[in-house]
């Protein structure tokens, strides 16, 4: 069955990345995210080289009611989402007190609101047909506190304990439900969150092509929780064991620009 995948944030990334392990299998992809050239140019790729579909649908996910006129124009297009991919988010770094209130609620917004409301409208048809997918985009950030980011990585808990509570109760109804959980990444975010500078980044990145493939193979095998590369396993892992203030103390040095 060639599937309908919803992917929001595909203009780059582990996005587009993701669009294109969807495409290479024939299944009808559509990118969602504000920037429209980078979207065409995405949509350009994927015509070139997949037999797969593509729609691309332009929209500013933290503009009001954003995600429910997505659903609304999936639905006038006649779109029936089988595959739900909430990859749009972002992050921030800086000590709370100093940073800026209206970026950390948009962030909070798009992280978590944003990807809450899509998935309560997609899981409700997918509920309907018994079928579907969703894949929510949390982090390794989301297995302890962030300090310098502090709201980035509570929002990604948010997403990797919601993800992991909605994949048991779909489970009932076959709709199969994972959390992709990736560490630093080769992608725009490190610009974008101003981690150039950053340690975490300085210690080794994985590339967003990679991350993106393990990811659609842990999907194929209904893996809840994917958390690409051993390092970041073993990292996620390890955080079970240690104190949490010795976890917090780290994560702050790792964190610090060198």
Known sequence: ???????????????????????????????????????????????????????????????????????????????????????????????????ELSKELDMIHLNITVLTELSKYYLKDMKDKNYGEILNIASTAAFQPGPLMAVYYASKAYVLSFSEALANESKDFGVKVSVLCPGPTETNFKAAAELESSKLFKSGT??????????????????????????????AQANRFLPRNVVTSVVRKVQERG
């Open 1 to 99: 069955m060639k599937k309908t995948v919803l992917i929001t944030g595909a203009s780059g990334g582990i996005g587009e990345e993701l669009a294109y392990q969807f495409a290479q299998e024939g299944a009808h992809v559509i990118l969602v995210a504000r920037q429209m050239d980078k979207l065409e140019n995405v949509a350009r790729k994927i015509e070139a080289n997949y037999s797969g579909k593509v729609t691309i649908i332009q929209s500013d996910l933290l503009a009001p009611n954003a995600a429910k006129e997505l659903k609304e124009k999936t639905d006038s297009l006649g779109l029936e989402v089988d595959t739900l991919i909430n990859n749009a988010g972002f992050g921030l770094f800086g000590e709370f007190v100093d940073s």
């Open 206 to 235: 994985m590339s967003a092509k990679s991350v993106a493939e393990i990811a659609k193979v842990g999907m194929k095998r209904e893996k809840t929780v994917i958390i690409p590369g051993f390092k970041n396993q073993l990292m």
